[in-house]
């Protein structure tokens, strides 16, 4: 069982509102993690493996067989705000990769309640299936079976007339995100993905449109001896999508396997934090400034040398990992959680982007591990577990869910700061000494308030051999409640 230690440092008030306490509501568990070398369960770049949907939380994990050296994919799910859990566990399909890149994602549609689903990708041929319409609009109507679900397939519905060899191989890095509503078009998912290993891989976009199919968007972002991490895609308020990334260098591997948690081209090839937003769904792409440096119209991706994206140069061996976490806030200020080690200690960095659009670049104070019952601003490592920053919709704050990197440590603690404070007022707003035994994960869409959401916290973390959900409550109050 969670250790559910409610270490409770501070009562802070923050204009709009006040941040009492957060508070465990409770702790339930999805099922066994198998106890693999490297986790299969709660990767920094899983998005998502928890996503609520009208009045239903709905979750994904690999579990394990009789067999050790196999696993099967599970799907979840349970009435809000307290339901059990049920579902089922799909058998037609043998996980046996130790690789921790193989991970399941999961996205809805909003428009015909479809669950879609893409696992088990390390560069290797695309593992997608979706489930018939009406399962998430209706769910009380519905047998929750795998019966639900379509075979296995290799492609994206809609897009068989795609070379296969040229969208759909060497698949790594699925996520999901539903697009708000636009006036200009029905889409209601995104898909995003890598094609090609590290060091030459490219990313791609489609989106789905509800009781239609997957549509091609189009190559965005182009390796050259490189490839890009993205540390996630957001929508602003206004439907922009916003990303950041860093880059990769390419390292010869032939002859090597790189089907592995780390290959031969590692974290100390990263470089640079980097950024772009699109106002039309992907199709276009500008940099800081406004410029235009891709359009997928006419096949022209954002490579390494377009103006513009670099906002922080971070050299090689400079301690910056891959895919830990950005967020918007609801002025659409991006925020990126990233680590660097150009002072010469490890440490965590804020990187964030103003109204006016200007870049500031701000370490996490040590001073704060004083207080900390984790250590925890002094903890972070150049492949220790990714952090996750969280800005709840219609405040004005921003959270930073950070694990203890110490050795054999389980840790995890929330830190908060506001606009006012310059985003440099950082506090510890609450810890577990144990509990968060790999990257947390969040559910972005039940956090969400203004589109359906009831403003709970949910964390999807590995406690042991146990895959389990923590629910906080947030205490966010309007001033003088």
């Not at 067999?67 to 979840?76: G, T």
């Not at 339901?83 to 799909?90: I, L, S």
């Not at 007339?161 to 078009?185: A, G, M």
């Not at 990263?270 to 440096?293: E, K, R, V």
Request: aromatic share 10%.
């Amino acid at each position: 069982m969670i250790s559910v230690a409610r270490i409770i440092l501070h009562v802070i008030s923050f204009g709009l509102l006040s941040v009492h306490a957060i508070q465990t509501l409770n702790i339930t568990k999805l099922g066994d993690d198998p106890q693999t070398i490297n986790r299969l369960n709660g990767e920094s770049f899983q998005q998502d493996a928890l996503v609520t949907f009208n009045g239903f939380q709905y979750a994904v994990l690999w579990v394990p067989t009789a067999n050790l050296s196999v696993r099967n994919a599970a799907i979840r799910r349970r009435s809000l705000p307290d339901g059990d859990w049920q579902g089922f566990v799909f058998t037609d399909y043998n996980q046996t990769d130790d690789d921790g890149h193989d991970i399941i994602s999961l996205g809805i549609s909003r428009g015909d309640g479809t669950i879609h689903l893409i696992w088990d990708q390390h560069d290797n041929s695309l593992n997608y299936r979706s489930s018939s319409a009406g399962v998430a609009t209706n769910p009380s109507a519905v047998n929750f079976t795998a019966q639900l679900f379509s075979p296995l397939s290799d492609f994206l519905p809609g897009l068989e007339s795609l070379d296969k060899n040229v969208h759909f191989i060497n698949v790594t890095y699925p996520r999901f995100l539903q697009i708000p509503v636009l006036e200009d078009s029905s889409a209601d998912l995104l898909l995003e993905m890598r094609v090609g290993q590290a060091g030459q891989g490219d990313d791609w976009l489609y989106y789905y449109t509800p009781e239609k199919n997957w549509t091609l968007i189009g190559r965005y972002l182009e390796g050259v001896n490189n490839n890009a991490y993205i540390n996630g895609l957001d929508f602003s308020t206004g439907g922009v999508l916003q990303t950041t990334w860093t880059y990769r260098d390419y390292v010869n591997t032939t002859g090597q396997d790189v089907a592995v948690e780390a290959g031969p081209n590692g974290p100390e090839n990263n470089h640079d934090m980097d950024y772009a937003y699109s106002p039309d769904l992907g199709f276009t792409w500008h940099n800081n400034w406004g410029q235009i440096i891709g359009d997928l119209k006419v096949e022209l991706p954002i490579v390494p040398a377009s103006a513009g994206i670099t906002m922080f140069g971070i050299p090689k061996y400079g301690g910056i990992l891959n895919q830990e976490a950005q967020t918007l806030d609801g002025q659409n200020r991006m925020h990126v959680l990233n680590r660097e080690n150009t002072t010469g200690i490890e440490q965590w960095y804020h990187y964030w982007r103003s109204t006016d659009i200007d870049w500031t670049r701000t370490p996490f104070p040590l001073s704060l591990a004083a207080h900390s019952i984790n250590n925890i601003t002094r903890t972070p490592t150049v492949i220790g577990k990714r952090g996750k920053l969280v800005s709840p919709p219609g405040f004005d704050i921003l959270l930073a869910i950070l694990p203890s990197n110490s050795p054999n440590s389980t840790g995890l603690s929330i830190l908060s700061s506001t606009p006012e404070g310059h985003f440099q007022d950082w506090k510890i707003l609450w810890e577990i000494s144990s509990g968060c035994g790999w990257e947390p994960l969040f559910d972005r869409y039940r956090l969400n308030m203004e589109d359906g959401g009831d403003g709970v916290l949910s964390l999807y973390l590995i406690n042991g051999t146990d895959v389990v959900v923590m629910d906080l409550d947030l205490q966010l109050k309007p001033m003088g409640v």
